[in-house]
Structures are given as structure tokens and as C-alpha cells.
């Protein structure tokens, strides 16, 4: 999925707008977005969201990190109204996602839901101790969807002054960008790209979301409507890639041969693959 865009768990005039949108998920979030006077009342609205009627979008949820001891409370309210996933934010490392997994057992278990069907995206990089646990996530079983990273909640956490300067990431920020990167590819998940905080700033935006489809993330997190169109065609394979990709497949339909040529270039095993993660992604 290429664009996610965060709705407030309190605000069913977002929630209208965005779910007439083209975004390929929103994430209804009882987290940062909800003042904690008003998270109670929060989930119940979250839950009359889930259950609005849809079309092709995924609704998924974030709930409120493990150590606010909130995340139970929000998994009660919303998974009868049969989210297709769990956002976990500030997460740690592949022993939170366990743990995320077993209560989603539960409530699954009780609500007469396939088991496993609730899926887990993690943001992986919110504190500086969870930069150390990248590498972990490769045995954070099934139910883990993707990785995302974020910048702001980091810098909080760093006490950095600022995470970016002339539109570039700095120094820990872009490593946890390319940890993240690095760590949904050992896991054998997608990556998905953190936020572009700057509403107004659309070329900004752009430039970002191409950047991270060019450096090997499958989507992005997004903020605000207006940043769905220029996030969903940066992560939308153009007709000449999908061609390239077709003409790659082709090429190596035999199956028995570890590499081969094409338009005068050795290709090999590498090069299927991109093409075939190019031609899922368009649909294809």
C-alpha cells in the first residue's frame, strides 16, 4: 500500500472526508492525535469508524504504546469492529510485536476472527533505544506487516533541536531512516516512510515520497489529504518500469537459467526479483 493517512480516533468530520479519499489506508489513532482527557471517548468513535461502511481502503488503528497501559483498553474497543491491523507505536523491538500478537490471540479468539488476521505495522525508531533493536524484527512472526520509522517522537527523545536542515535528514535521523530500511528487508516486510510534517510544503512532500521509493520503501505515512495524490503516484510504477519488469519475467521464464541478457545488459536473479516486487506493485 503506498499512501497511509493518520485520521484523529476522535474526529468522525476527518474520518468523512479522508474515507472518501484515495489514500490505500487510514490509521484511526488513539495516540498522539488524542488529547488524554478525551481518549475514552475516543475509542468509541474509533469503533463506529471501523464500522462505517467502506470500499477498497484498509482501516487500521493505532493504539497507545504498551508502557501507558492503555493498549489493552484500546484493543477492547476496537477489534469487535474487525480492524485489518494494529499500528504499535514507540515499539522497542520484535518482543513488543510478540506481545501485540498474543493479545491479538485473545481478542481474535473471542470474537471469532481467523486467527492471525489482524496484522501489525510497527514504528520502529520513536526512542533512541529502539534504534538498537532493528536487527530483531526478522523474528517477529507473522502477524508483522511492515516497518516504519519516525523522526519527531526521536528528536523528542534525543533532545535534538532539529531533525532536518535544508530539506536533508541529520545524522540520526537518516540512520534510522536507513536502519529501518534495512531491518524491514531482514524481516522480509515492506517499508514505509515517516511523515513530511510540513502541510503546505507539497514539492517538499514530492521530492520525499520519490526519494523513499527510490531508496527501496513501498509507501508512506501522510498527515493530511492533500498529500495523498503526489504519495500515491511517487509509489506507482511508471508504464516504461512495468514494461521493463514484463520483458525481465519473460526473460527468465525457462527457469533454468541463472542469468541472462537483455537490450545488450547481463541480467540475473537480483534483477527478477526487482521486477517482480515492480510489477506487484502495479497491480500486475
Given amino acids: 500500500m503506498r499512501s497511509w493517512l493518520f485520521v484523529p480516533g476522535d474526529s468522525e468530520r476527518k474520518f468523512a472526508r479522508a474515507a472518501k479519499g484515495e489514500a490505500d489506508a487510514l490509521i484511526l489513532d488513539l495516540e498522539d492525535s488524542v488529547l488524554p482527557a478525551n481518549k475514552p471517548a475516543a475509542r468509541g ?3 463506529n469508524m471501523l464500522e ?5 481502503q484498509q482501516r487500521w488503528v493505532r493504539v497507545n504504546a504498551l508502557d501507558t497501559g492503555l493498549t489493552l483498553g484500546d484493543l477492547a474497543a476496537v477489534m469487535p469492529a474487525r480492524p485489518d491491523g494494529i499500528v504499535l507505536p514507540k515499539c522497542a523491538e520484535a ?6 500478537g498474543h493479545w491479538l490471540d485473545a481478542f481474535e ?3 471469532g476472527l481467523e486467527p492471525g488476521s489482524t496484522r501489525i505495522l510497527a514504528i520502529a525508531t520513536e526512542t533512541a533505544a529502539s534504534l538498537f533493536g ?18 519527531e517522537d526521536l528528536s523528542a527523545d534525543i533532545g535534538g533541536l532539529a531533525n532536518r536542515a535544508e530539506g536533508a535528514w541529520l545524522g540520526v535521523y537518516r540512520l534510522a531512516r536507513e536502519m529501518c530500511l534495512a531491518g524491514a528487508a531482514a524481516a522480509g516486510v515492506p517499508a514505509i516512510d515517516t511523515v513530511h510534517v510540513d502541510i503546505n510544503d507539497l514539492d517538499g512532500l514530492a521530492m520525499d515520497a520519490r526519494a523513499a521509493r527510490r ?5 508512506k505515512m501522510i498527515i493530511h489529504p492533500s498529500h495523498v495524490a503526489a504519495t500515491n503516484a511517487a509509489f506507482t510504477p511508471a508504464p516504461e518500469e512495468l514494461d521493463w519488469a514484463r520483458r525481465v519475467v519473460a526473460a527468465f521464464a525457462d527457469g533454468g537459467a541463472g542469468a541472462t541478457r537483455m537490450d545488450g545488459k547481463m541480467l540475473d536473479r537480483p534483477h527478477l526479483r526487482l521486477a517482480e516486487r515492480l510489477l506487484a506493485q502495479g497491480g500486475a
Avoid: K
Avoid at 52 to 56: D, M, V, Y
Avoid at 95 to 100: A, D, F, I, S, W
Avoid at 215 to 219: E, I, S
Fill in 45 to 47: 468513535t474509533t469503533r
Fill in 52 to 56: 462505517a461502511p467502506r470500499a477498497r
Fill in 95 to 100: 518482543g513488543q510485536v510478540r506481545q501485540l
Fill in 109 to 111: 479468539a473471542a470474537q
Fill in 134 to 151: 532493528l536487527g530483531s524484527y526478522a523474528a517477529a512472526g507473522p502477524r508483522l506487516a511492515a516497518l516504519t520509522w519516525g523522526a
Fill in 215 to 219: 531508496d527501496g520503501f513501498a509507501g
